[in-house]
């Protein structure tokens, strides 16, 4: 988990791909001027001792997806090309799996994480990254899980997936956009990350989910931009 500044203040947040590259959410760098992504912290008021943080070149080394669109919250995923490396084998620096052939069940129970806000009226995010348990949905089934939800409120089904509970009570929040949403594959016993924050209304709202980046739709884009970036 990378937690990023951007401008100068904790927006979003990241994952590790490789040694110099991290996966988060276009939106997210659509005002950047500066960016600095922190890999292996858990109390941002803290030095813990596992912090590595670097920066990335604005805007040369910040790939948005082409199709991205700020107006209408689609192809809401970016590639930050840091300007040293990780050191990928110190605690808490490591890379996520991307699985193009594994694919999210309806009501399946995965794990999103950040330093966003805790609740939707408070101004300042979390000082500790949190993580907790969310049920997801691929993007077509939406719809039936969410009625409630506003008309259309999942842009592109085939690029998009939300999670969330009916009832409310469970959701990212602002300040976690960018972060992963991951699932437990059962067969081959590894996390994957299957989605990338990217927007909602409110939090935790009942009735109302968070949607995020459907991975596995854009894993072509993400390794020529690996191979790019190299």
């Known amino acids: 988990m990378v937690r990023l500044n951007i401008n100068g203040y904790q927006l979003c947040g990241g994952t590790i791909l490789d040694a110099t590259h991290i996966l988060t959410a276009a939106h997210c760098t659509a005002d950047a001027l500066s960016i600095t992504a922190t890999v292996g912290e858990y109390d941002s008021t803290l030095e ?7 920066e990335v070149s604005v805007p040369d080394g910040v790939s948005q997806h082409p199709g991205f669109s700020f107006q209408n919250q689609t192809n809401d995923i970016a590639i930050l090309t840091l300007s040293t490396p990780i050191d990928l084998s110190r605690i808490c620096a490591k890379p996520v799996c991307l699985n193009p052939n594994f694919q999210v069940t309806s009501g399946q129970q995965c794990q999103i994480a950040g330093w966003g806000l805790l609740f939707e009226n408070d101004i300042v995010p979390s000082d500790t990254l949190q993580t907790t348990t969310i049920t997801t949905y691929p993007g077509g089934d939406c719809a039936a899980a969410f009625p409630d ?7 592109d089904p085939t690029t998009q997936l939300c999670a969330g509970q009916p009832a409310g009570g469970v959701d990212t929040c602002s300040g976690d956009s960018g972060g992963p949403i991951f699932c437990l594959d059962s067969v081959t016993n590894t996390w994957n990350v299957v989605g990338v924050t990217s927007y909602g209304e409110g939090c935790a709202r009942a009735g109302i989910p968070g949607v995020y980046t459907n991975t596995a739709a854009y894993y072509s884009w993400i390794q020529q931009q690996l191979q790019i970036k190299l």
């Open 48 to 54: 813990e001792g596992t912090e590595q943080v670097f």
């Open 149 to 155: 939800a506003p008309a259309s409120y999942i842009k």
